[in-house]
């Protein structure tokens, strides 16, 4: 997807979860960086936990797939 697209389909989906509890799953970290609490898991195992910013502020493992994935692209306060 072009920025602009995955920006247009992230805040319908923003829309449709207000309100809700979602469980998502997902490889595309800016996919999901806008929930209210993300699960990391590595191997099976709950590595982390917490928002984005928490996440990123931590450095650990979503810091470093966040870094790997946007190139430094897209704010880590996305």
Do not use: C, P
């Not at 389909?9 to 809700?20: A, H, P, V, W």
């Not at 993300?38 to 984005?52: N, P, S, W, Y």
């Amino acid at each position: 997807l072009d920025s602009e697209v995955e920006a247009a389909i992230q805040d319908n989906l923003d829309e449709l979860m207000t309100g809700k509890t979602v469980i998502a799953i997902a490889h595309r970290l800016s996919t999901i960086a806008r929930m209210d609490r993300l699960v990391v898991m590595d191997q099976g195992r709950i590595v982390e936990t917490g928002t984005h910013a928490e996440l990123i502020a931590a450095g650990g493992l979503y810091a470093r797939l966040w870094a790997r994935q946007t190139g430094g692209f897209v704010a880590a306060d996305a």
